[in-house]
């Protein structure tokens, strides 16, 4: 019950790291992603609980590799 505040937190933080993603809005994605990466490593979460959202994060890196605005225009 306890965990429940911290996985609304992590489920909130990844809705607003794909609503981001989906709209192109790549600074405010990023941000989220890393907001996500530190609240990951700050919450005190059941083991269990940490890889399930650590495997969500690890998805979420793979497919931001190489995401910046640079990226974008550099390839028009």
């Known amino acids: 019950m306890f965990e429940l505040k911290e996985k609304a937190m992590l489920n909130e933080k990844i809705a607003e790291l794909e609503m981001n993603l989906s709209?192109?809005?790549?600074d405010l994605?990023?941000?989220a992603y890393k907001e996500?990466?530190?609240?990951l490593e700050t919450l005190e979460l059941k083991e269990k609980t940490?890889?399930?959202?650590k495997?969500?994060?690890d998805e979420?890196?793979?497919?931001m590799e190489g995401y910046s605005h640079r990226d974008f225009y550099h390839s028009k």
């Open 29 to 31: 994605a990023i941000s």
């Open 50 to 53: 940490y890889k399930k959202y």
């Open 23 to 26: 709209n192109n809005y790549k």
């Open 55 to 57: 495997k969500i994060f």
């Open 60 to 63: 979420y890196s793979e497919k």
């Open 36 to 39: 996500f990466a530190q609240l």
